[in-house]
């Protein structure tokens, strides 16, 4: 059973928090909760026929990522160089996880699905981030034995109330039947939030600044993980948890995010 803990508190939406647990009564409560809360549209909020979803004005604005793409950091390419192919960066220097996928690219026009998720409590989108993120890492997902989130120090997810990777974390272990393991990883110490560092500053930051929770390594020793985040920048982070992941036992590390930075050397 998937674990519940103080990083992945209930849906706040009113359409998904209650009735939850009473699957027989489940089809008249949501007919009752769609006529109280009609679906609306993830992005601009306007009403739609099903609840979780895109208008069709907002589809084509989200850049959703897909083949061709790098091999190992998902980076998506112009044209099809091969199944195997690396981006540049790969190329000079291979990642510390094995592989990262993304959902879609954080841009301008993306940017506000992942804000209102984070920040405006909008935790019921998750059930649809799951379905995305299922089919952009299907690959990986299938030979993983668990989910881990990168975690958020105690002083934030106080603030916050719950971890945003957690909750997705749990939603994809539903959603294809993966054992999310939210306390995997703990974040030692409270590190400055990377909004403006460069490259190097990002990895200053978070060295050192992770842990495997002591009564979770028998859980990941051995066991093919893959580590779920929001947002891939330059990848400081979820390497640095994948390192710690490695050290602990874990057989391969593989990233799964919402949303990947196409900064603008790579681009």
């Given at each position: 059973?998937?674990?519940?803990?103080?990083?992945?508190?209930?849906?706040?939406?009113?359409?998904?928090?209650?009735?939850?647990?009473?699957?027989?009564?489940?089809?008249?409560?949501?007919?009752?909760?769609?006529?109280?809360?009609?679906?609306?549209?993830?992005?601009?909020?306007?009403?739609?026929?099903?609840?979780?979803?895109?208008?069709?004005?907002?589809?084509?604005?989200?850049?959703?990522?897909?083949?061709?793409?790098?091999?190992?950091?998902?980076?998506?390419?112009?044209?099809?160089?091969?199944?195997?192919?690396?981006?540049?960066?790969?190329?000079?220097?291979?990642?510390?996880?094995?592989?990262?996928?993304?959902v879609?690219?954080?841009d301008?026009?993306s940017?506000?699905?992942?804000?209102?998720?984070?920040?405006?409590?909008?935790?019921?989108?998750?059930?649809?981030?799951?379905?995305?993120?299922?089919?952009?890492?299907?690959?990986?997902?299938?030979?993983?034995?668990?989910?881990?989130?990168?975690?958020?120090?105690?002083?934030?997810?106080?603030?916050?109330?719950?971890?945003?990777?957690?909750?997705?974390?749990?939603?994809?272990?539903?959603?294809?039947?993966?054992?999310?393991?939210?306390?995997?990883?703990?974040?030692?110490?409270?590190?400055?939030?990377?909004?403006?560092?460069?490259?190097?500053?990002?990895?200053r930051?978070?060295?050192?600044?992770?842990?495997?929770?002591?009564?979770?390594?028998?859980?990941?020793?051995?066991?093919?993980?893959?580590?779920?985040?929001?947002?891939?920048?330059?990848?400081?982070?979820?390497?640095?948890?994948?390192?710690?992941?490695?050290?602990?036992?874990?057989?391969?590390?593989?990233v799964?995010?919402?949303?990947?930075v196409?900064?603008?050397?790579?681009?």
């Amino acid at each position: 059973m998937p674990e519940t803990t103080p990083e992945t508190m209930p849906e706040s939406n009113p359409r998904t928090a209650l009735g939850s647990g009473t699957p027989f009564l489940r089809p008249l409560w949501e007919r009752s909760l769609s006529a109280l809360f009609p679906p609306q549209c993830l992005k601009c909020g306007a009403m739609m026929e099903a609840d979780g979803a895109l208008c069709g004005s907002c589809w084509p604005e989200v850049a959703f990522i897909g083949a061709p793409q790098c091999a190992a950091c998902g980076r998506p390419f112009e044209y099809d160089i091969g199944e195997a192919a690396l981006c540049g960066a790969c190329a000079r220097s291979p990642p510390r996880y094995g592989r990262a996928r993304a959902v879609f690219v954080y841009d301008q026009d993306s940017r506000g699905l992942i804000l209102a998720f984070k920040h405006a409590d909008q935790t019921h989108a998750a059930r649809t981030f799951a379905r995305w993120l299922r089919r952009a890492g299907e690959e990986m997902l299938d030979a993983a034995d668990c989910l881990v989130p990168v975690p958020l120090h105690w002083t934030r997810l106080f603030s916050r109330r719950f971890n945003q990777a957690a909750l997705l974390a749990q939603a994809l272990g539903r959603e294809c039947g993966c054992q999310a393991v939210p306390r995997a990883l703990i974040r030692r110490r409270r590190t400055v939030p990377h909004v403006r560092m460069s490259a190097a500053q990002r990895w200053r930051n978070v060295r050192g600044a992770f842990a495997v929770h002591p009564p979770s390594r028998a859980r990941i020793e051995g066991k093919r993980i893959v580590l779920i985040d929001d947002v891939l920048t330059t990848g400081a982070t979820v390497s640095t948890c994948a390192d710690v992941l490695m050290r602990a036992g874990a057989a391969n590390v593989d990233v799964l995010t919402l949303a990947r930075v196409m900064r603008p050397e790579e681009s």
